[in-house]
């Protein structure tokens, strides 16, 4: 065959196949994801899932009641995009935590949560954003997890709950819960491999440098730390200045974290004080041993029914009289 009848034949198929092939598919709608934003909301919860979305392709905006600056944690100022009565319908809800006490009593925000949830594919709280869920209704007789200090809380708070410590994501179908802070990423990826598939949410943790772990990853409501109060650094504070953290480390039997504090009063008289705020904070109840080595120490059970043991030493720093070290460590006791 010669080369004339080789090019004919070459652009004869060309033809044909351009001819008759399938039209390309129209482009997909995108995933819209609407963001509930308020006062003092905790950024990460909303702007972790935010990227992930975004990064997904997804089209992500948010919602606030009106379009006043919303002051969120750590000072960043949002400019919401919608308001309550003017923003879309979207196929995802995202409810992030923070200081949530008067949003969850809110009738504006959760009448906008039922209405948009009602039309949505998938509803998801982040943190003790769960809380305001539950004021919904929506979480009732379903599965969920909060952040780690709260699951108490939420159980006695919506006992039509099951609340679990053990997952970061808790998918219950359409209603989507997590754990705190970072966890809100882990359930925005869980969201978009909902949507997606799962290689592509692989994908987008790739791209955001993210070591998702979907098949079970840290959960911190299921380690020893659980049991030591939140911001335990802030609280000791009123007693003493409190230099730095030296070490927090642990697993879900034990933990122990130490502080350099710095106070004028001698270990004698900062250590009961200390045991009464911690007592008071880390609901272990009063001390029940109090050795001659300056020692506060408590015997408690967990919500499981599980025994613990919980202490306070302070140790001088040589050479500094006003120094002195602070340990506190809480250990299960070994099951019989």
């Not at 129209?26 to 509930?36: C, D, G, R, S, W």
């Not at 400019?79 to 309550?84: A, D, E, G």
């Not at 923003?87 to 009738?107: E, K, L, T, Y």
């Amino acid at each position: 065959m010669n080369k004339a009848w080789r090019l004919a034949l070459v652009i004869t198929a060309f033809v044909s196949s351009t001819a008759f092939a399938a039209p390309a598919p129209a482009a997909a709608q995108p995933v819209k994801v609407a963001i509930l934003v308020f006062d003092k909301a905790e950024n990460i919860d909303f702007a972790g899932p935010l990227q992930v979305f975004d990064d997904a392709g997804f089209e992500a905006f948010t919602v606030a009641a009106d379009r006043k600056t919303v002051v969120v944690s750590g000072g960043l100022s949002v400019m919401p995009q919608f308001t309550f009565t003017d923003s879309p319908d979207a196929d995802v809800i995202v409810i992030p935590g923070g200081q949530v006490d008067d949003v969850m009593m809110d009738p504006a925000v959760l009448d906008w949560i039922k209405a948009k949830a009602g039309r949505a594919k998938h509803v998801m709280s982040v943190c003790n954003g769960a809380f305001i869920l539950a004021h919904t209704g929506l979480l009732e007789g379903a599965t969920a997890t909060t952040t780690s200090g709260n699951v108490k809380s939420l159980r006695e708070h919506s006992p039509g709950t099951k609340v679990v410590r053990d997952k970061r994501v808790v998918d219950h179908g359409k209603v989507i819960t997590t754990g705190g802070l970072s966890a809100g990423i882990d359930g925005a990826l869980h969201v978009v491999a909902k949507i997606r598939g799962e290689g592509n949410a692989r994908f987008v943790a790739q791209t955001l440098e993210y070591d998702w772990r979907p098949e079970g990853g840290y959960v911190p409501a299921t380690y020893a730390l659980r049991h030591l109060p939140m911001y335990l650094d802030r609280k000791l504070a009123k007693l003493a200045r409190v230099d730095k953290v030296v070490s927090s480390e642990g697993n879900a039997q034990r933990w122990n974290i130490t502080f350099l504090v710095t106070s004028e009063a001698p270990p004698a008289t900062l250590l009961p004080q200390i045991g009464t705020l911690l007592s008071t904070y880390g609901a272990w109840g009063k001390p029940t041993v109090t050795p001659r080595v300056p020692r506060e120490e408590w015997q408690f059970k967990d919500d499981d029914g599980r025994q613990w043991t919980a202490s306070a030493r302070l140790f001088p720093v040589k050479g500094n009289d006003q120094q002195q070290v602070l340990a506190i460590a809480v250990s299960a006791k070994k099951r019989t």
